[in-house]
């Protein structure tokens, strides 16, 4: 991996994550008392980033070597299951400490509710946010055994096939609608799709036969609207609207990293604090997800009525003073 290739992931994930936690902050202040609104967001930002979740699929894809079975289980156990595990027993614990305050501490809370929970959201209440470590795990190590190596004969044809084979079944579950079919198996099935045009197209994606129709595929988005689907979802409204969203987000992910690229070498010093906030972008992600669930219960517990402004302000604010201590105390979750 080049330095030039680090400096522009970096920089996206940065962005990314920004993005993120800003819009769960938003989400998280609706519910303190205060009665819950739309986020700021969408009020004056139109959603550019509609594809922000497939993109870190398809960021995984961009870099994956096949390996042994051996070698890809140890590696990616010790990148996303160790953190999932620790930050889901954290989660479990704010999630219990709430339990009490609300006076809510019952069986069917405690045991019950989050193994439910779990079972079929893929990850621990009060830190939603790791579905996406236990999903991605999964789709790398299906991803290890039935994507083509790249000199095989038939590469880009093996390819586009598992992406559409990949993408049909997670249509097909998601159009269930069905509350008792698991999520993770649907956003893990369209999971794939996106790790696998990254994989098959991480050569390529910097050509202009390639950027070209992206930029204007992704103008024509802009215009027309943001076909974006919420993947941690069992459900789907629209089937158009996911048909079309897997086109509308890869010509959103190049044209993206397309202007991460220009942005890392040409313009630096816009670049490197988003670039920094990306290199510890796993410790942010495994821990903003508590920060934004703990601070409406703990607003509750002191008996305060604060607006949503105020509310998110809080949010944010905690954001900046834990975090940063968090990626000075645990660099080995932000390699």
């Known amino acids: 991996m080049t330095k030039e290739r680090i400096s522009y992931i970096d920089l996206g994930s940065g962005i990314m994550i920004l993005w993120m936690i800003l819009g769960h902050a938003c989400m998280a202040a609706g519910f303190t008392g205060t009665p819950a609104r739309e986020s700021w967001i969408s009020d ?9 979740m497939p993109w870190f699929f ?4 961009q870099f994956f070597n096949k390996k042994n079975r051996k070698d890809s289980w140890s590696k990616d156990w010790r990148k996303l299951i160790q953190p999932f595990l620790v ?13 009490v305050v609300y006076d809510n501490f019952t069986f069917r809370n405690v045991i019950y509710l989050v193994v439910r929970h779990f079972v079929l959201g893929g990850s621990i209440d009060l830190n939603h946010p790791l579905w996406f470590l236990l999903t991605l795990f999964g789709v790398r190590q299906i991803a290890n055994i039935i994507l083509p190596y790249e000199n095989d004969k038939y590469y880009l044809q093996k390819n ?33 799709a996106y790790f696998t045009l990254g994989y098959c197209l991480q050569k ?8 070209v129709p992206c930029l204007l595929g992704y103008i024509t988005c802009c215009i027309l ?27 959103g992910i190049v044209t993206f990293n397309f202007t991460c690229r220009l942005v890392s070498k040409y313009l630096t010093y816009i670049s490197l604090p988003f670039e920094n906030i990306g290199k510890y972008a796993m410790i942010i992600y495994v821990s903003h997800g508590i920060i934004f669930g703990s601070i409406p219960w703990i607003i509750d517990s002191l008996h305060y009525t604060i607006s949503y402004t105020c509310a998110l302000w809080v949010i944010l ?3 900046v003073i834990i ?13």
Not at 91 to 99: A, H, M, Q, T, V
Not at 172 to 184: A, G, H, S
């Open 44 to 52: 004056y930002v139109p959603n550019f980033l509609f594809f922000f």
């Open 58 to 61: 398809y960021k995984s894809g």
């Open 87 to 99: 930050w889901s027993a954290i989660g479990y614990i704010s999630y219990l400490i709430s339990l």
């Open 160 to 192: 586009i096939l598992i992406t559409l084979v990949a993408y049909s079944i997670g249509l097909e579950l998601y159009c269930l609608n069905c509350r008792f079919v698991p999520i993770w198996i649907a956003n893990g099935s369209t999971g794939l």
């Open 204 to 211: 390529h994606e910097v050509k202009w036969w390639l950027l």
């Open 225 to 251: 609207g943001f076909p974006g689907i919420d993947m941690h979802s069992n459900s789907c409204e629209n089937v158009v609207r996911y048909v079309v969203s897997l086109p509308a987000s890869f010509v």
């Open 317 to 319: 604010g905690t954001y």
């Open 323 to 335: 975090i940063p201590l968090l990626c000075i105390l645990s660099p080995k979750f932000s390699k």
